[in-house]
């Protein structure tokens, strides 16, 4: 089975498509065009780019193979979270502690675009703030700890170290150790957020098209975008597909798809529970992250409900009885909740890095043509602010973006026979590690 195929089986019990409205549905490009800007990829980053370039007075169209907002950026955890997958220190490592300040002061920047472009386009997407992150071990309550520290001294960033005797205030959880509190960043529904985008992008006079899959691309001076009934000829382009792309169209980008890998990740939301005894799991009702490379993410929802986060599948097979090893997760973490019912489960693919950094850069012999991947699970605040920087780089102001693209990526080991084998047996290593 296809990639496609299993990710539209994975997003059938979606609690997002369930709660959010689409009010609007967007056409089918059936005819050839021209733009300023074509972007291929409907999501968040696609979406915050075509935002920008419209507010700037340049023509943009959006293809989006699917439906808006219908990949990772409407289904994920909804934890928008400064910082990137990777540690601050692998970015220190490659671009020195400056440009490394550079990078956090953007992430930052990208959790406050939520809250800007939420209140300039009147997105009701539930913005929550607080985010905790936890300690299973002594071991990992050490490490966050130097962490938390180091942050502090090097960034200038504040966040409250909570020892395991602060805990029972702010989790009822007999699994951590010790943690920190963020109170910039925060949660959401992110496919109210992610249509919201798309109605204020169309506003702005962008053109966007739905169920129009890009199956080739034709490099030069201007950029020829195929589709099954229609065509695009644009001045630049953007590539914001996700791991989709590649099977999408697998002669658009052939030279990326070695330095991402599709993960599967899983996701479990509960029936409404008392609003009491919500509070009484989660007293600030903060989105909650603990700090294993296999780790687990859980936040509440507008509507009461527990929704949980934690399987991952680095095979791209679907887990069998996902909705009892989603509940055994839960249970680990919140065992008063025996009882409760769960109404959804559903999963989708996130593109990872070899260095979970991300990896956005420029193709093409006219390097016309932009693509932005590799978030590696964090990108629900960070894909609006790489949006934001590829437009200004599209408008002649590098600056911001080349600070990324000068992040080095490699290949994943295996080639593309082994390349999937490796990283299962790697991440067996992880979580063995993860228990101690």
Avoid at 158 to 182: H, N, V, Y
Avoid at 221 to 239: D, E, F, I, M
Avoid at 287 to 299: E, G, H, I, P, S
Wanted: aromatic share 8%; hydrophobic share 45%.
């Amino acid at each position: 089975m296809s990639l496609l195929s299993i990710d539209r089986e994975l997003a059938r019990d979606s609690y997002y498509m369930a709660t959010a409205q689409r009010s609007e549905s967007f056409p089918t490009l059936n005819e050839a065009i021209s733009a300023d800007v074509a972007i291929v990829g409907g999501g968040l980053a696609g979406l915050s780019a075509a935002i920008e370039l419209a507010s700037s007075g340049l023509q943009v169209v959006l293809l989006e193979a699917g439906q808006v907002g219908g990949g990772a950026s409407g289904r994920n955890g909804g934890q928008a979270l400064a910082g990137l997958a990777c540690d601050q220190a692998t970015i220190e490592s490659q671009l020195g502690l400056a440009e490394a300040k550079r990078i956090w002061a953007m992430s930052l920047e990208a959790v406050q675009l939520i809250r800007q472009r939420s209140a300039q386009f009147g997105i009701d997407c539930e913005w929550q703030s607080g985010y905790l992150s936890l300690a299973t071990s002594a071991r990992k309550a050490r490490e966050l700890q130097a962490s938390v520290e180091a942050m502090a001294q090097k960034y200038g960033f504040q966040q409250r170290w909570l020892e395991g005797k602060d805990l029972p205030e702010w989790i009822s959880s007999p699994r951590f150790t010790a943690g920190c509190f963020d109170a910039e960043s925060g949660h959401l529904h992110p496919l109210k957020y992610c249509l919201g985008l798309s109605l204020a992008a169309k506003a702005l006079g962008v053109r966007i098209f739905e169920h129009s899959a890009v199956t080739k691309l034709t490099p030069g001076t201007k950029v020829h975008l195929s589709t099954a009934l229609g065509s695009v000829t644009a001045n630049q382009v953007l590539l914001a597909g996700n791991v989709y792309l590649q099977e999408i169209a697998p002669d658009l980008a052939p030279s990326l798809s070695q330095r991402i890998m599709p993960v599967g990740t899983y996701i479990a939301c509960t029936e409404p529970l008392d609003a009491e005894r919500l509070k009484a799991l989660i007293p600030s009702r903060a989105a909650v992250c603990d700090t294993n490379f296999a780790l687990d993410y859980f936040r509440p929802t507008a509507d009461q409900r527990l929704l949980y986060g934690g399987r991952v599948s680095y095979s791209t097979a679907s887990p069998r009885d996902l909705e009892l090893s989603m509940r055994q997760r839960i249970l680990a973490t919140f065992p008063q909740l025996q009882a409760v019912a769960i109404d959804y489960v559903w999963g989708g693919f996130v593109d990872i890095s070899m260095n979970r950094a991300p990896d956005f850069g420029r193709l093409g012999p006219n390097a016309n043509v932009y693509y932005l991947q590799g978030f590696s699970g964090h990108g629900l605040a960070l894909t609006g602010l790489a949006g934001r920087v590829v437009a200004e780089a599209m408008r002649g102001d590098a600056g911001r973006f080349d600070c990324f693209s000068k992040l080095r990526h490699r290949p994943f080991p295996g080639g593309k026979l082994m390349r999937m084998p490796a990283l299962v047996l790697g991440m067996a290593y992880y979580r063995l590690k993860d228990m101690f």
